[in-house]
């Protein structure tokens, strides 16, 4: 089993910063992307920010400049430094990770979400 546990989201208001964390755990052969994703009130989720194995980043538009992400592989943990936040930021952002998980048969991949951790900025 592995699971991604999301923490650090709160209220803020705008102009201050956040930092979320993601820790993976259970039985982890190896990790390959980990990607924040936002989700606000109706609207669709969204890619935040993305990091491969190997430390490349991809960012939105929308937050190229004020977040970033980061990963300790050998916590197995991805973080989302985010300053400068907006109302607009206001989301529940979850983590995804694309994953190698071992079994008693062999090894398997698959994308792995966690439960979300809510982000509000006051105006």
């Known amino acids: 089993q592995v699971q991604l546990v999301e923490s650090g989201g709160g209220l803020v208001q705008a102009g201050q910063s956040l930092k979320l964390s993601c820790a993976a755990s259970?039985?982890?052969?190896?990790?390959?992307?980990m990607d924040w994703y936002r989700q606000a009130p109706g609207n669709q989720r969204e890619l935040v920010a993305g990091?491969?194995?190997?430390?490349?980043?991809n960012y939105a538009n929308s937050v190229k400049g004020r977040f970033t992400i980061s990963r300790d592989n050998a916590k197995n943990t991805v973080y989302l430094q985010m300053n400068g936040l907006k109302p607009e930021d206001t989301a529940v952002y979850y983590c995804?990770?694309?994953?190698?998980?071992?079994?008693?048969?062999?090894?398997?991949?698959?994308?792995?979400w966690g439960q979300g951790t809510q982000v509000t900025v006051s105006s």
């Open positions: 995804n990770a694309f994953i190698r998980y071992s079994t008693h048969i062999g090894t398997g991949l698959r994308n792995y």
């Open positions: 259970g039985s982890i052969v190896s990790i390959n992307t």
């Open positions: 990091i491969t194995s190997d430390g490349s980043t």
